[in-house]
């Protein structure tokens, strides 16, 4: 079961790359997967009921953000499903590697933009077919894709279930 969570959750940070987009099929079997993973783990209820808790509090929170403009509609469901994963005993660790992947990527973002600008005024508009898809997959200018990073904070999550 594990290896399928981290093939969904690296499918969703592909698909954020490319596409800005996180499909909701991939999002649902991600989501769905994670009572199965508690029974598998043999999670007491108690423990359930924090899953839930945490899922519903990142709900909250990540729909204030959507509502502000913040963020998408599927990174809402996206970050609540991995919040569900993650439970209490991962949380700090998890928001920490989302807050700092996301940085990144805004600072990637950004960085990526001045250089496409850079190559396009010096001549160099020919640049590699990689390179500029590189810098297309990171543009600034096409948001943040808070999937990736929060796909990263799902990962962190996962060694738990396998103990």
Not at 64 to 87: C, E, I, N, S, Y
């Amino acid at each position: 079961m594990g290896a399928i969570a981290i093939a969904l959750l690296i499918a969703l940070l592909v698909c954020d790359l490319r596409q800005r987009r996180l499909p909701n099929r991939l999002v649902a079997l991600y989501a769905l997967m994670c009572p199965f993973a508690l029974l598998a783990a043999g999670t007491v209820p108690a423990m359930w009921l924090q899953h839930i808790l945490v899922a519903c509090v990142g709900f909250l929170v990540l729909l204030v953000l959507f509502a502000v403009g913040g963020m998408g509609g599927g990174d809402v469901k996206l970050g609540t499903a991995v919040l569900a994963w993650v439970g209490t005993q991962s949380l700090l660790n998890s928001l920490f590697v989302i807050g700092l992947t996301g940085l990144a990527l805004a600072l990637l973002g950004l960085l990526a933009d001045r250089l496409a600008l850079l190559s396009s005024a010096t001549g160099q508009g020919r640049v590699r077919s990689m390179w500029r898809s590189t810098l297309h997959a990171l543009s600034a200018k096409r948001g943040v894709p808070y999937g990736v990073a929060l796909a990263a904070g799902g990962l962190v999550a996962l060694p738990a279930y396998w103990k």
